[in-house]
T-cell receptor
């Protein structure tokens, strides 16, 4: 039933390495897609937002891509830091007020 | 503070007790949302307010759940006769408009972690 699927469920990377998170969605109609970062014990914080016409968006070391034809998105983290340890949630919105959340990918960065 | 605040941050209730969770949205935000987040899952929509009007409560799991925003600012989520399956983090978010369009964002509070024993 979940319209937003994320993979992997979790991953562990060494500090300084890169990683890529995946998101597939079936939400329709589509308005925009966001990636949120949720630190443990905190609420989600928006990292990037992309509309149908955008296929890439960067925010510092975070780069998101969107393929609206295949309904896939990715979030790439470059040169990871310990502070990147968090859950990353893919969120898709239609034309109304409801957001559809993925289950998130838990990223653990180790020194 | 400038962000969304929630209280209490943690609540432990015995099964059958009533609880009330509070949300203070960002000043001036028209829209307010409540979400339920189970462990290891993304948030699930519960209810939506535009000012004091509750426009959508379709996500509330049962009639034990009740939310209000009487003056269009602070909101309270009340759960009556709590059950173990109510254990979750309850997130509140606010936005200028609906928070789903470009240029408008839902800002989340830190959540209230409810544990029902």
């Amino acid at each position: 039933k979940n319209q937003v699927e994320q993979s992997p469920q979790s991953l562990i990377i060494l500090e300084g390495k890169n990683c890529t998170l995946q998101c597939n969605y079936t939400v329709s109609p589509f308005s925009n897609l966001r990636w949120y970062k949720q630190d443990t014990g905190r609420g989600p914080v928006s990292l990037t937002i992309m509309t149908f016409s955008e296929n890439t968006k960067s925010n510092g070391r975070y780069t998101a891509t969107l393929d609206a034809d295949t309904k896939q998105s990715s979030l790439h983290i470059t040169a990871s830091q310990l502070s990147d340890s968090a859950s990353y949630i893919c969120v898709v919105s239609a034309d109304d007020y409801k957001l559809s959340f993925g289950a998130g990918t838990t990223v653990t960065v180790r020194a | 503070g400038a962000g969304v605040s929630q209280s209490p941050r943690y609540k432990v209730a015995k099964r059958g007790q009533d609880v009330a969770l509070r949300c203070d949205p960002i000043s001036g935000h028209v829209s307010l949302f409540w979400y339920q987040q189970a462990l290891g899952q993304g948030p699930e929509f519960l209810t939506y307010f535009q000012n004091e009007a509750q426009l959508d409560k379709s996500g509330l799991p049962s009639d034990r759940f009740f939310a209000e925003r009487p003056e269009g600012s602070v909101s309270t989520l009340k759960i009556q006769r709590t059950q173990q399956e109510d254990s979750a983090v309850y997130l509140c978010a606010s936005s200028h408009r609906t928070g789903t369009l470009v240029g408008d964002t839902q800002y989340f509070g830190p959540g209230t972690r409810l544990t029902v024993l």
